[in-house]
């Protein structure tokens, strides 16, 4: 049964996720609070006054993008030449690996962001080149570590960075800082802190302690940006400002489209624009990338919803020739309409199984898959997400496991939505319930926007919107108390004069200067 909700109780449960209260950059910690931080920032000095040939190493997703994008950029204002890579997913596969060792023989100094944390074979292979190593990741580490001249991952047990949740960008930023501090340079920390927020918010970190402080300041930082490739984000998206949930849902899948679709080294380009011009022709090929990235991502999610064996606890699908880029979307996809947690594998070239798997609810998928190593070729992760790779005649005994693991892990499935914060009565929807939920912004992983449910509600209007009808827009009333509503991408029918209850979020609606108050419609459900 959920509480009925007052504007106070609300306050409180939304108060209640902030045990270290609202942090500022002030309680930032200092950078040698990670384990080799001082070392690796001492290697990089000591490359540069010896004039040593570095490469950066960075990954194909928006975290790998903009940590690569943080270095390039340093290493330019502070003008010393490096070299920089993202390998290509299809060609190369993920981060440091031995196939891209032949393209950075030569090197010095090789640093990593947003991987590294399980090259173990790469790393020999650089030790044998006379490549010193220095790995900056943030994802869990495998039982067996690579052999680095410095690693830097909060993540390690002797690490004494307070937070564990931070990302590839903010490692990378933290790393910057260090070498500012190192080098006695003046350098301006918050045109980087732009770019770390969007990837806190696209690599889905928790949108509290330090991250909310970072993501509010990049956020600040970016709406004030003169950056090329933000103005022309920005100009192209008819927005006068950005917001986390413009960077979440319009800005992050169009950086990312380039690594799924081709490759993310056209993301990196985009970003690092010096001019407007060169900018908005990067960006119109990202977007090219991110429309042919939508319609393959609907196309297998169909075909994959199909072969759902719903009895299975965790889901797994195999494909073939579906695209190694768009599976992890589709398994978040099939995971959400389930409900379960989802794993999606196709045939790749190379004769493997390879797929990424997305969690649902409280379910660790990276623990639950972890023990299953002595089936699998690759494997990587965290407790939401996963990618891996296995031989086709692993898959039953991987499947069998994996259900196993499941079954042991105790998983209860919620009965009802966590994110509900409590039953709202429509007199209770006012601009003093939307200036608390403000009060408590940005959200996003961690801090989910406050969902309520109002019950009895009589549909007094459902018509269809969009280009082809694939909206709904309503009209509902509670005791005399009228409500306009939008439900997004569903083909659902609604009766006239229904009486359902309903989960939503509170939004205001800005349009030709006038704000209203309309309810974003997660679920209908009609009483029986």
């Known amino acids: 049964m959920v509480q009925p909700l007052t504007l106070t109780g609300l306050d409180s449960i939304l108060n209640k996720r902030f045990e270290e209260g609202f942090l500022s950059l002030r309680d930032l910690p200092q950078p040698s609070l990670f384990k080799d931080m001082d070392r690796a920032t001492e290697r990089i000095v000591s490359a540069m ?43 190369d596969g993920y981060g440091l690996s031995a ?34 190593l220095i790995i900056t990741d943030h994802h869990l580490l495998a039982p067996e570590v690579p052999e680095a001249y410095a690693i830097i991952d909060q993540k390690q ?9 931070v990302c590839g960008a903010q490692i990378a930023w933290y ?24 990837a806190i918010i696209a690599d889905m970190m928790p949108l509290q302690h330090i991250n909310r402080a970072m993501v509010l300041a990049g956020i600040k930082a970016l709406n004030k940006s003169q950056r090329p490739a933000i103005r022309a984000f920005l100009e192209e998206s008819q927005k006068e400002t950005i917001t986390s949930e413009d960077i979440g849902f319009i800005l992050a899948p169009i950086l990312n489209s380039a690594g799924r679709m081709d490759d993310a080294s056209f993301a990196v380009d985009f970003l690092t624009s ?17 429309t042919l990235r939508k319609a393959t991502e609907q196309s297998i999610t169909q075909k994959a919803m199909i072969q759902v064996d719903h009895d299975d606890e965790v889901i797994i699908v195999v494909g073939e020739g579906w695209h190694e880029g768009v599976v992890g979307i589709v398994a978040a996809r099939v995971a959400r309409a389930c409900e379960k947690p989802c794993i999606i594998l196709t045939q790749s070239e190379e004769g493997l199984l390879k797929g990424s798997g997305r969690s649902f609810g409280e379910c660790d998928l990276f623990a639950i898959v972890d023990s299953t190593r ?11 997400a996963i990618g891996l790779s296995l031989k086709e005649e692993s898959l039953e005994s991987f499947k069998t496991e994996v259900q196993r693991n499941f079954g042991e892990g105790n998983y209860v499935k919620e009965l009802f939505d966590p994110e509900i914060v409590g039953n709202l009565h429509f007199s209770a929807i006012s601009f003093n319930l939307t200036n608390i939920v403000k009060k408590y912004e940005p959200y996003g992983q961690g801090n989910s926007t406050p969902k309520f449910i109002s019950t009895n509600v009589e549909i007094l209007q459902a018509d269809t919107m969009g280009k082809e009808g694939e909206h709904l827009r309503f009209s509902f009333a509670q005791e005399g108390i009228v409500m306009q509503g939008v439900k997004f ?35 209908v459900r009609v009483c029986d």
């Not at 194909?60 to 070299?83: A, C, N, Q, R, W």
């Not at 790393?175 to 802190?193: E, H, Q, T």
């Not at 908005?280 to 990202?286: A, F, M, T």
Request: contains cysteine; glycine residues 6%.
């Open 49 to 91: 006054q010896n004039r040593e040939k570095i490469t950066i190493i960075g990954d194909y997703d928006v975290d790998g993008v903009t940590s690569t994008t943080l270095m390039k950029l340093f290493f330019d204002e502070i003008e010393y030449p490096i070299e920089w890579i993202i390998p290509n997913r299809f060609r």
């Open 374 to 384: 002595m089936h699998l070729e690759k494997f990587g992760g965290h407790q939401a």
């Open 175 to 198: 790393l910057i800082a260090s070498l500012k501090n190192a080098l006695n340079i003046k350098i301006d920390m918050m045109g980087y802190m732009e770019l770390v927020s969007i």
């Open 99 to 132: 196939n891209i060792i032949p393209r950075i023989l030569g090197t010095d100094l090789a640093i990593t962001v947003d991987n590294g944390i399980s090259a173990v074979y790469a790393a020999q292979l650089c030790k044998e080149e006379g490549i010193d």
């Open 489 to 523: 991408k569903t083909r659902e029918i609604f009766e006239i004069g229904s009486i359902v209850d309903i989960t939503y979020t509170v939004n205001e609606n800005h349009f030709r200067g006038k704000v209203t108050l309309q309810l974003m419609v997660d679920k």
């Open 274 to 290: 010096t001019n407007i011009y060169d900018a908005r022709v990067r960006l119109e090929r990202l977007i090219e990338f991110n």
């Open 157 to 165: 047990e002797s690490c004494t960075f307070p937070y564990e949740d």
